[in-house]
């Protein structure tokens, strides 16, 4: 970029430019508005949901189902303990299997998801080599990718290094089922590294930090390589493995309908390459509404350990709750972060997991009263969100809630809280396509209903 560039740039931050583009964005904002009754007139499915919550059926699949009610006589909705089931097996029982065994999960779950069925011990075995042998990149990729190119969001350096890894593809763009499942191994196994590896260039140019890069250990599963990565002396116990493998599994796979999945079916859907569906899915999960929030959830209850005198006063934290949700408090969005679901009403399956193994975890790093804070914030926010919103169906807490806490007490970076929901989706999202593909559905097209008024071209000379 040329000096002239340069202070063309600061003029528009600046000078009369900054202005016009307000005025503009102004305009822009007053042009997009549409009257909120409109929506009820044409009978619009917001966020593709019916106003008791309940989400539009726009797809079939076999890959993840999740369940928060049943119904009546009448057919009406009757809410109940959240369920997940990933190809038709229950998440508690999933998770208890493995452990039961002692065996790390992640990599069993990745073959259940993709392939339809529980892999037998041999076949376990091999996929797990085939994922480690793939974990490495092409020469050079680390250097020109990564470390050249560092950014202070770990989300998009993993985006722009999975389409960087789109030119290193011979056969980047053939969409047929077993090269499109090669590709989606590649990316199982590249993502740990992606994330790792930028968050370690992150630390070197914009923290002043030291840069440590690890080589992935093929013995080592995906949860013990990345505390491998990450640490600099790459220590770790088996307990820590243990619980971010369990947070792995649980952040797997959450049906066809979750914004990142959906958003997988949707681009998939247009016939283009796997990069750039994944790309998208990225992008998706990025946000505060969906995987962001985990982040957003620690720092939430950071500022309510901050503004709460006493953790053991429910009169005190439900103030507090309550000038959140009235824009008063935090970040000023209303939105109490990591409670809530758009299924889920009485419970999230994987927060019910999480919370206990984050309780005992929370024991044994002397976190236990603010484990004690979180889980009054999980029983009384509920309450106060029925206070102060109209509500259609219940809240809950959802698994970001006690995620980004087990995070924190396994040491790992803000920063990776929601690379390591890619690190885990990646699967699912590699089923989902696998499914959009092997279906050769149309293109997804919803309808959008034009509300604007009708107008006519007026000559320059008479604007």
Request: hydrophobic share 40%.
């Amino acid at each position: 970029m040329g000096k002239g560039q340069l202070s063309s740039l600061s003029v528009i931050k600046t000078g009369p430019r900054a202005r016009i583009l307000q005025q503009w964005g102004n305009t822009a904002v007053e042009n997009s508005i549409i009257d909120s009754s409109l929506y009820t007139k044409y009978d619009v499915k917001r966020g593709l949901r019916e106003i008791s919550g309940k989400g539009v059926l726009a797809g079939l699949t076999k890959i993840g189902e999740i369940s928060a009610y049943t119904t009546d006589d009448k057919g009406q909705p009757i809410p109940q303990p959240g369920e997940l089931i990933y190809r038709g097996i229950d998440i508690n029982h999933l998770v208890e299997g493995f452990s039961s065994e002692g065996r790390l999960g992640f990599e069993e779950t990745s073959f259940l998801l993709l392939f339809g069925r529980l892999p037998k011990k041999e076949e376990l075995e091999l996929f797990s080599h085939l994922l480690a042998s793939k974990r490495r990149f092409p020469p050079g990729f680390v250097q020109s990718a990564i470390l050249d190119m560092p950014g202070q969001d770990m989300m998009n350096a993993m985006s722009r290094g999975v389409l960087a890894l789109y030119t290193y593809d011979k056969n980047a763009d053939d969409t047929a089922i077993p090269n499109v499942l090669k590709q989606s191994l590649n990316l199982i196994a590249a993502f740990p590294l992606l994330a790792v590896y930028a968050y370690q260039a992150y630390l070197r140019r914009y923290k002043n930090g030291s840069m440590v890069i690890h080589r992935p250990q093929k013995r080592l599963s995906t949860a013990e390589n990345i505390l491998h990565m990450l640490r600099p002396d790459s220590s770790y116990t088996r307990t820590e493995a243990r619980l971010l493998d369990l947070a792995l599994v649980l952040h797997a796979e959450h049906g066809g309908g979750n914004n990142s999945s959906f958003t997988t079916h949707v681009v998939s859907s247009s016939g283009t390459d796997t990069y750039s569906a994944i790309v998208a899915a990225l992008a998706s999960l990025k946000g505060p509404k969906h995987g962001g929030a985990n982040v957003k959830s620690v720092d939430m209850l950071d500022n309510i350990k901050e503004n709460v005198r006493d953790w053991k006063d429910d009169n005190e934290i439900e103030r507090h709750l309550e000038r959140i949700l009235r824009k008063e408090a935090f970040d000023r969005s209303g939105l109490i972060y990591g409670v809530g679901h758009a299924v889920y009403s009485v419970s999230d399956p994987r927060a019910e997991i999480l919370r206990i193994h984050a309780r005992d975890l929370a024991k044994e790093k002397g976190l236990a009263e603010e484990f004690q804070l979180f889980t009054r914030v999980e029983e009384l926010a509920p309450k106060v969100i029925g206070r102060v919103r109209k509500m259609y169906k219940g809240v809950c807490a959802n698994v970001d809630f006690y995620s980004g806490f087990i995070y924190k007490m396994l040491g790992i970076p803000e920063e990776l809280n929601t690379p390591l929901f890619a690190i885990a989706r990646i699967v699912g999202w590699s089923a989902h396509r696998i499914e959009e593909l092997a279906n050769g559905g149309k293109i997804i097209r919803p309808a959008y209903r034009s509300v604007s008024d009708r107008g006519v071209y007026v000559p320059m000379e008479e604007r």
